[in-house]
């Protein structure tokens, strides 16, 4: 069993910075991908960027947000800049077994949930 434990949301005016992280207990994440998908108001939840053995990005976040982890640390994070207020959602961090096979933007394939932080984006 994982726990994720998430930080970080907040108010931010377009163009600015911030960083997601995601804390795990129970297990060890090296054993684990890690994803981090986002819901807006009224939207399904969506892909947004995923690390395993490299690193996957939606479209729309690519060469703006970037996925890391830490293992000696047990967390794994996201850093966003260049905000837009397209990108208000609350975001969400997930960990997938590496045992089986890996679908990076498969949100059914996770097996662990973050409880969920809220990125809000003002222009």
């Known amino acids: 069993q994982v726990q994720l434990v998430q930080s970080g949301g907040a108010l931010v005016q377009a163009g600015g910075s911030l960083r997601l992280s995601c804390a795990a207990s129970g297990r060890t994440l090296s054993a684990y991908a890690m994803g981090w998908f986002r819901q807006a108001p009224g939207k399904e939840r969506e892909f947004v960027a995923a690390?395993?053995?490299?690193?996957d990005y939606a479209d729309s976040v690519k060469g703006r947000f970037t996925i890391s982890r830490d293992n000696s640390k047990n967390a794994a994070y996201l850093q966003m800049n260049s905000l837009k207020p397209e990108d208000t959602a609350v975001y969400y961090c997930?960990?997938?077994?590496?045992?089986?096979?890996?679908?990076?933007?498969?949100?059914?394939?996770?097996?662990?949930w973050g409880q969920g932080t809220r990125v809000t984006v003002s222009s």
């Open positions: 690390v395993n053995w490299s690193s």
């Open positions: 997930a960990a997938q077994s590496r045992s089986g096979t890996y679908y990076a933007r498969n949100l059914g394939k996770y097996d662990y």
